[in-house]
């Protein structure tokens, strides 16, 4: 009996921290951002919980996981709702080589990361039953700038410092494909796309450069420094 798989939609910010142990040795969370897991089913157009969601919910919640309940049981629109946050702000953080604390408290980065938001926004109003609502770019913004403390960036931030690869192109690349489709512009998300597209390249193997007068010659930070 095929019933499908549920989706899940987590909020986390956590890191990897060198110890004497190796680098993989301890996970650190960063700032105050509540971890949690939003499940549901991936179709359903019910109003209420399928009996397994509910299971779910209560198995994880006796773990101590915190389990938000999306508006209407709508587990698309919550996927593009994190998507408003995270494939604006990684790719943003990316860029600027800031935490999320710093972008936010910058005035030009910040109104960047809003109007990036807002393209994602749009975006989803072209998908049926996924719109994530009015005002959700500044709703999103205002959460981060309540709960995230200096330090917390996001994963594709790190690896792009350090020269991994990254989900740029899962992130803003994908949005740029779907909107160019829907004929929807996203100008923001185009050029973030677009200046980290080299050294994303790099971290993959797919080409190689050298920039002169710099150590190492590569657009991160060296081996030995990270």
Not at 41 to 59: F, G, K, V
Not at 106 to 135: I, Q, W
Request: proline share 7%.
């Amino acid at each position: 009996n095929d019933v499908g798989l549920l989706t899940g939609v987590a909020k986390i910010i956590a890191y990897r921290e060198e110890t004497t142990d190796g680098p993989l040795a301890a996970c650190r969370m960063a700032g105050e951002v509540p971890s949690t897991l939003i499940v549901g089913e991936t179709d359903s157009a019910a109003t209420s919980p399928s009996e397994r969601t509910a299971r779910l919910r209560a198995i994880l919640n006796e773990a101590g996981v915190t389990t938000p309940i999306p508006e209407d049981e709508n587990m698309q629109r919550e996927l593009w709702r994190k998507a408003v946050m995270m494939c604006s702000m990684g790719p943003l953080c990316a860029v600027a080589r800031a935490d999320i604390y710093t972008v936010t408290a910058t005035p030009t980065t910040l109104e960047m990361l809003r109007a990036a938001m807002n393209e994602v926004c749009e975006l989803s109003k072209h998908f049926e039953g996924c719109y994530v609502g009015d005002g959700q770019a500044d709703k999103t913004i205002g959460y981060l700038i309540s709960k995230v403390s200096p330090g917390g960036a996001p994963s594709t931030c790190r690896d792009i410092i350090c020269g991994r690869p990254s989900e740029v192109r899962e992130l803003s690349g994908t949005l740029v494909k779907l909107a160019r489709e829907k004929g929807v512009p996203m100008p923001v998300h185009s050029f973030m796309s677009a200046a980290l597209e080299p050294q994303e390249a790099l971290a993959r193997g797919e080409r190689d450069y050298s920039i002169h007068g710099i150590p190492g010659g590569k657009p991160y930070i060296p081996s030995s420094a990270k």
